[in-house]
């Protein structure tokens, strides 16, 4: 099955091998940032129709071995490798030109995300057909190259349909076996990394055993209880478990339609060493395995591609982002959507791993959806959803709230922490008198909340840093005095 995978990838111009990770600049040259018109998408121009071949097939990728090797992206030596056509690519350079005014083949090459061998060949067609022109010659066989006035028009009617002028786009059929080849479902991180990944938490080994077991489930889990008690910051450490890093492409290309994918408001990216230029495909990007966090305040739009006007361009949405990582939904049952209307958007998509997209155009588009979906809420969840998707999220747990023992200890540890004198009477007090006789409940955030109250009585008053009952009763009665 491995041989199988490599010859399709290999067929792609995809490797699975490891190699050092793009310099950063390199690697994300031209960004597409949200707000800039420059980072939009382009459509094929009705006076170029005829040179746009047909959509291109999806392809099937195998399931890759538990253990193959990392996947990279391997620099394609040609087009075809790149499963562009050269009328993509060219549009692309003419409106960077068209923006930049001139520049050198070497660093169109960099914009465009492509070897300069495959390039210069581009531009030495565009200058034949008196598009571009040599402005300056450089050492090494390079040349500093400038539109035309026919080139200028041609941008500018490329520009009026799409301002996108970042890389090249990578086509879907790409996108998808690269999902496949670096899903999570394939990777069964041992205990060990996944205690490391929650060691600044204070959780008891029960309720880590089942988050650990819904981790290599890679489907999804529930996280209910009240608030308070840690529920987001487990669900934001899980994917720390996995501990490696993907790659994902800045842009992606389907039936004619550009997404944009890299999000460097939600992605994060890995900083080392670069390679020799011409191994990595600089059209995608190393990121941390993603948590794309969404709360009160997800709509239906998040979870569709959005257009942004004016500029021809898609925005990958939230689930498209979170593949190969974490997709939390924090504060579940909260959202600006009703519960109904989420739960049927992605009650096909948990099933079956595969989500539609719906393009401007009005085609759909099949996508992955290979993400662990994770729901926290502090509203009871038979309350929320059905039993019908409940049963699509396999492990449903229960963060309760901690015993006298795990409040004690957490409290002398996070005191300690903070420079704070403190034995165990006082937190005994604290918890006997504020809690037990108080009939009020403990939560695990009570005790950073109530020693950061402490701490600013102490800074207020030049106090030693010494923990009473005295200074208890007073950061309880400001904290909990309407609570």
Not at 86 to 109: M, Q
Not at 242 to 255: C, E, L, R
Not at 361 to 367: D, N
């Amino acid at each position: 099955m491995t041989h199988d995978v490599d010859a399709l990838l290999s067929r792609l111009g995809i490797a699975r091998n490891p190699v050092p990770v793009p310099d950063t600049e390199t690697a994300t040259a031209a960004p597409p940032a949200p707000a800039s018109p420059a980072s939009t998408p382009p459509k094929p121009a009705p006076a170029e129709a005829e040179r746009a071949a047909p959509p291109r097939a999806p392809v099937r990728v195998a399931e890759p071995a538990a253990d193959a090797e990392p996947f990279w992206p391997r620099a394609p030596k040609s087009l075809a490798e790149a499963g562009l056509r050269e009328n993509e690519v060219d549009d692309l350079i003419l409106k960077f030109l068209f923006n930049a005014i001139a520049e050198r083949g070497y660093r169109i090459a960099e914009q465009v995300g492509l070897r300069f061998p495959v390039v210069e060949e581009l531009l030495r067609k565009l200058k034949a057909d008196r598009l571009i022109y040599y402005k300056t010659s450089l050492a090494g066989g390079d040349y500093v190259y400038e539109l035309t006035e026919n080139g200028r028009e041609r941008a500018f009617r490329l520009n009026q349909q799409s301002t996108y002028f970042g890389t090249a786009p990578v086509p879907l059929d790409q996108y998808i076996a690269s999902v496949k080849a670096q899903s999570i479902s394939h990777r069964k991180p041992p205990l060990e990394d996944i205690r490391r990944a929650f060691q600044d938490l204070s959780i008891p080994d029960d309720l880590l055993s089942s988050v650990g077991e819904a981790i290599h489930s890679g489907r999804g889990m529930f996280l209910f209880g009240n608030a308070g008690n840690g529920k987001t910051s487990i669900a934001e450490r899980v994917t720390k478990a996995f501990g490696d890093t993907i790659w994902v492409p800045k842009a992606i290309v389907a039936t004619g339609e550009i997404i944009r994918l890299y999000d460097p408001n939600r992605h994060v990216v890995v900083n080392r060493e670069a390679p020799r230029e011409d191994r990595v495909d600089g059209r995608w990007i190393q990121v941390e395995r993603p948590t794309i966090i969404a709360g009160g305040e997800l709509q239906m739009h998040n979870l569709e591609v959005t257009q942004i006007r004016g500029t021809g361009i898609g925005e990958a949405p939230l689930q498209l982002k979170a593949n190969c990582g974490t997709m939390l939904i924090d504060d579940f049952g909260r959202q600006r959507m009703p519960v109904d209307e989420l739960l049927n958007r992605w009650i096909v998509p948990l099933e079956h791993r595969h989500d539609f997209l719906q393009l401007a155009s009005g085609r759909s588009i099949q996508v992955p959806f290979e993400e662990l979906v994770i729901l926290s809420t502090n509203l009871e969840p038979r309350d929320l959803v059905e039993d019908a998707f409940l049963r699509r999220i396999p492990y449903k747990i229960e963060v309760c709230d901690p015993t006298d023992e795990a409040f004690r200890n957490l409290f002398l540890s996070q005191a300690a922490k903070l420079g704070f004198e403190c034995t165990v009477e006082p937190v005994t007090y604290l918890i006997e008198t504020h809690f037990h006789q108080e009939g009020r409940g403990m939560r695990f955030c009570y005790v950073r909340d109530l020693l950061r109250q402490m701490e600013n009585r102490c800074s207020l008053h030049g106090l030693p840093r010494v923990i009473t009952n005295d200074m208890i009763d007073a950061a309880v009665k400001n904290y909990f005095s309407i609570m």
